[in-house]
């Protein structure tokens, strides 16, 4: 470009130059001459636009092939050819983790290693442990972001790989730290979980969420807009706007992996009776970083290093005097 450039600054120089040897003047009028020059210099434009669109050309390849490049990625949880089906409806919510081993792509350890957990529908488990103990792979293994290296997870008996990724997506629920909404109104937010939502089942959402009052003060309710990261909410009225958007979905299933660590104690008090209510009739699965949210599991376990350290209640984990109890005590 810097070539073409410094070329054609040049070529009015050679035209006066030629025009002003003896050899030529005595051919050319000063009228010739003139014309020529800005004849010269109108054709650059558009010679320069050509050019400008051949780096465009470039660019955009690259680019697409970046593109193709992502769509033509392999999926990572492949959906099973013959899926059985469980509907929601005829969901108990069993969750059973059979000497279930994963290990991340890359890693030299694994993140969780010959787990067996039992999860009765309608009780709740609580996840303790430090970070880094593999409680979100846990969680994860549960909605299937990743696919267990040995062993398997089930959901009332039947192994989540063979689940169709709909039935899966309807059965399991997540509320963790990290909210997203998008941009868009607050109904707009709260359909995702449910297209066919009424007004009244948004404001019901609402309502158990405990988040109703602060959207009836707002000037335009429902259709208020909220931004890329919803960010006319305080941290502890997106986590509840999630949990109504939870609340509409209806899971069978509940992850909830540090729902309210980002927010302070009040914050986290008003949250609490939010996710109280959501988690009656559905079988829980809480990772708390708090331990007075673990307190009334009906099974606490406690991971240490991939592995399963402790498993019982609080009142069994305290008596036991292990690493429960420590943590408890602090
Ligand atoms: N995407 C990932 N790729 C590789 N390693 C990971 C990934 N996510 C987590 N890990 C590792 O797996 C282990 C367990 O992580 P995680 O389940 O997030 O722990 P916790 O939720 O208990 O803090 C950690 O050692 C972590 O570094
Ligand atoms: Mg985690």
Known sequence: MATMQIIFALIPAAIYLVAGLPAT?????????????????????????LLNTGAQWVTSMALFSRIFG???????VPEPTHPVALPREQARGEVRFEDVSFRYPGSHTDALHDVSVEVPAG?????????GSGKSTFAALVSRLYDPTAGRVTIDGIDVRDLSSADLAALVGVVS???????????????????????????????????????????????TLVGARGYRFSGGEQQRLAIARTVLRNPRI????????????????????????LVVGRTTI??????????????????????????????????????YASLAAR
């Open 25 to 49: 003047s005595g051919g050319m009028t000063i009228g010739t001459l003139v014309a020529f020059t800005a004849l010269q210099s109108s054709i650059f434009r558009p010679l320069m636009g």
């Open 70 to 76: 992502y769509l033509d990625l392999e999926v990572d």
């Open 123 to 131: 009780s709740t488990l609580a996840l303790v442990g430090e970070t």
């Open 177 to 223: 730290q990290e909210t997203y909404l998008v941009h868009g109104t607050i109904a707009d937010n709260l359909r995702l979980a449910r297209p066919d939502a009424s007004d009244i089942d948004l404001w019901q959402a609402l309502e158990v969420a405990q988040i109703d009052d602060v959207v009836a003060t707002l000037p335009e309710g429902l259709h």
């Open 254 to 277: 509940l992850l909830l992996d540090e729902a309210t660590s980002a927010l302070d104690n009040d914050t986290e008090r008003g949250l609490q009776a939010a996710l109280d209510a």
């Open 286 to 323: 809480v990772i708390a970083h708090r331990l007075s949210t673990v307190r009334d599991a009906d099974q606490i376990v406690v991971l240490d290093h991939a592995e399963i350290l402790e498993r019982g209640t609080h009142a069994t984990l305290v008596a036991a005097a292990g690493r």
